[in-house]
């Protein structure tokens, strides 16, 4: 019989599940004793608590599992404070029963209590009820030996967690190499902290420079659309303290702690109870001659709220510290190219309107044709790469004007020949300016064929169809439009309909058909604005 009980046992901790192992273990060690049911409880030692983890006959308490007690608590945290067993042949005769929430001890008669020992250490306890012989030898021999498979599993499941923690990381870190989009990599950060942390919702939340307050900007697992905009007061609530002190505050229960901001839970929905919260810190960075970068900012920060099972420890707030910094580093990176791209088209806007300023006819030319460029391509359905493109070279296009007599620029009366040969020039002269800079050599089409027709009959170069750029194509329309509708010196500004006539007409010869019609629908649509 010993050598069948043996077998069993080896068959039971082949198991590499963690909670099969348990739960057939307390089983097989009910039935050794002839017991009636059982407990099992783990030792979490980082918080000093027993996890009610398994049950076997007693289908109420089936609702408690995932419990947490004080280690010292009940006859389970005497054996885990003795390192013994414990026997207790009458409930009525022991007040230690008193503490405990998941049994009604009451209704059982007597009870064994063995520790989960590994190296002398205790792990968790064991404990089986109404037993009709102890059978404790046997009974502690079989609980060493589940001791030493439960950790063995908890070793495991720890590596498991991990290795996935890592490849989650390397999976942010994959996402923010191929894109800028910010928002789209503060989500993935957001999803992977509440997916690795098993925690109930996650949010950042960023500060507003004048006020000092924190604005949450993005939220996982929230409706956010059911969300008013929310402020928290400078320095209120858990949030404001880590953002005003850049420290990382891990809570078991916010509601013990007073600097909680019920506000929140009363426009989420949600009830906090743990809660882990890490700065976001951006560096300072020094442009100029001296430039590098001083200490850091902190911008806002992150939290994690509900732990679905237990509470969020060390290891959490190491990984949430790392999924920040790599949010802060996507924030950093997205507002210095936002910074950096406005003041690259903000300079080309300032050149422009120089440009444009030559002539007093075309002020404002340039922008308006960029505008009506752009709702072309929006209408074509481009992407927003190509459709940047068509925004700055729409911009840039007749910026070749700049190599053209004023005399002839502001000239009243029609051009000779001579005069127009001039004026055909500045396509390749805004290209030969605009090639040396390396960021705009896409948009250079925009500028070298923008008067080039689908017949071939254009300037300066002849091109013919698919040889011209789309950009130029989409431009070219644009164009015609805008001196259209403006007034010239020779003429004035043709109405809305006459136009949209033109363009239909030319459209095949001189306009690509393709773009004359989106120009057309977008039109419609409201989209060009004269």
């Keep these: 019989q010993l050598f069948q009980i043996l077998e069993r ?8 599940d963690l909670d099969e192992l348990l739960n057939e273990m307390l089983a097989f060690i009910i039935r050794i004793c002839g017991a009636k049911g059982g407990t099992l409880y783990l030792l979490d030692k980082p918080n000093n608590e027993l996890i009610f983890k398994a049950v076997e006959g007693d289908e109420e308490s089936r609702a408690f599992l995932g419990q947490r007690i004080g280690y010292e608590t009940g006859i389970a945290g005497a054996t ?43 792990m968790g306890v064991v404990q089986v009820f109404d037993y009709t012989h102890s059978a404790l030898p046997l009974f502690q021999f079989l609980s060493n030996c589940m001791a030493s498979e439960i950790e063995k599993s908890l070793l495991l499941r720890a590596s498991q967690q991990r290795g996935e923690k890592l490849e989650a990381l390397i999976a942010v ?19 992977k902290a509440c997916e690795l942390l098993r925690a109930e919702a ?28 929310l402020h928290i007061p400078s320095g209120t609530g858990i949030i404001g303290h880590v953002a005003l ?27 906090t109870q743990s809660l882990l ?22 911008i806002g920060g992150v939290e994690v709220i509900n732990k679905l099972d237990g509470y969020f420890d060390t290891a959490d707030v190491q990984l949430l510290e790392t999924l920040a910094e790599q949010a802060a580093t996507v924030m950093h990176i997205a507002n210095l190219y936002a910074d950096a791209d406005e003041l690259f088209l903000n300079t080309i806007k300032a050149l422009v309107a120089a440009i444009d300023a030559k002539d007093p006819y075309t002020k404002g030319h340039s922008q308006r044709v960029s505008d009506f460029s752009v709702a072309v391509a929006e209408e074509m359905g481009l992407d927003s790469k190509m459709k940047r493109r068509v925004r700055i070279g729409a911009l840039l296009h007749d910026i070749g004007k700049i190599g053209v007599s004023d005399a002839i620029i502001s000239k009243t009366d029609r051009l000779t020949e001579d005069e127009w040969d001039e004026i055909k020039e500045h396509p390749s002269i805004g290209a030969n300016i605009i090639q040396q800079v390396r960021l705009l050599r896409d948009e250079l089409p925009a500028l070298d064929q923008h008067h080039e027709r689908m017949d071939g009959l254009g300037y300066p170069r002849g091109l013919k169809g698919e040889e011209i750029s789309i950009i130029a194509r989409i431009v070219a329309v644009a164009d015609v439009f805008d001196a259209l509708t403006s007034n010239r010196p020779y003429r004035p500004a043709m109405d809305i309909q006459t136009t949209l006539d033109i363009l239909q007409m030319e459209a095949g010869d001189h306009l690509d058909p393709e773009c004359v019609d989106a120009f057309l629908k977008a039109q419609i649509k409201g989209k060009i604005l004269v």
């Design 9 to 16: 046992a080896n068959q039971i901790t082949s198991h590499t």
């Design 80 to 122: 885990i404070q003795t390192c013994e067993p414990i026997i207790v042949k009458d409930f009525d005769a022991d007040s230690r029963w008193d503490d405990l929430p998941e049994q009604n001890h009451r209704k059982h008669q007597n009870l064994i209590s063995v520790p989960l020992l590994v190296q002398d250490k205790s």
């Design 173 to 191: 870190l994959q996402e923010i190499s191929t894109t800028l989009d910010r928002d789209q990599i503060l989500n993935l950060i957001l999803e």
């Design 202 to 229: 996650s949010s950042l939340f960023l500060l507003e420079p004048e006020s000092g307050d924190l604005i949450l900007y993005i939220a996982k697992n929230v409706n956010q659309t059911q969300l008013p905009p």
């Design 245 to 271: 002190t850049g420290e990382s505050i891990c809570l078991a229960d916010v509601r013990d702690d007073e600097r909680h901001y019920k506000g929140v839970d009363h426009v989420s929905g949600i009830e």
């Design 277 to 298: 919260a890490v700065p976001l810190r951006v560096p300072n960075v020094i442009l100029g001659q001296e430039r590098g970068t001083s200490g850091d900012s902190i």
